[in-house]
């Protein structure tokens, strides 16, 4: 899988054949990178049953925190909420949860009408449920009261920025250090679409590059002026 930086000097290495004198930012291309990429995903799977690679999903490392929502209940729920909101995520894809500690035991992630019903069947108590609030928090609930020891989970999705997820990845290097540089994390998107991301981004870069400037202050339509009869700009000499 290639990296954030690796599909920067892709994109750069392509650009550099066209213009020699001409300059990209890094942050350019990854925003670039990042809105193609959504394209491209939601064109593939949107409107399809289509098994969705591994390769363009993330995995979030959330901090949990105890919260009741009803503080003046003695008796109410309570729930484990991320300390960090979630990346929005795009409408593709099933989300996945999982503790740190493969002890924690099974969660299951259900929608954000049915999590009120949960937690409550005294046979099912050891299954945490997990949805994502309206404040982009995730809410973990279970009948298992040990579940509250719960102190951290990685979540799984296809995050619409995903340099925004790689903030919050559980990357490591070989030597067991967190890899804090995004350039130098995957890029979540599937091997068989990144020529095609790569030559968009080129493609719209370029054109930008080589748009003429209207840069007399009139009401003439100079652009055409400096159209030949073969739909060809003029280039000043």
Known sequence: MSTFKEIVYMCLDELQLSSDDATFTEDHIIFLANKYRALLLKKQYLDLAKLIPESNYQDVCLDLEQFAPFEDDPCGDIYLRSTEKIPDML????????????MAGEITYVSR????????????????????????????????????YLERVRFSGIFEDPEKAAKLSCDE?????????????????????????????????????????????????????????????????
């Open 173 to 237: 290097d070989s030597s067991g250090e967190e890899t804090c540089d995004v350039l130098d994390k995957t890029f979540p998107l599937e091997e068989a679409l990144i020529p095609l991301m790569i030559e968009l981004i080129v493609k719209e870069v370029s054109n930008a590059i080589y748009r003429p400037a209207d840069e007399e202050n009139n009401a003439n339509d100079d652009l055409t002026n400096n159209t030949n009869p073969n739909g060809r700009r003029r280039v000043s000499q």
């Open 91 to 102: 409408p593709i894809g099933t989300p996945s949860i999982t503790g740190i500690d493969f």
């Open 113 to 148: 009408e049915r999590i009120r019903y949960v937690g409550h069947n005294k046979f099912l108590k050891n299954i945490m449920y997990a949805t994502l609030g309206p404040d982009d928090h995730l809410y973990i609930k279970s009948a298992n009261p040990q579940s509250l």
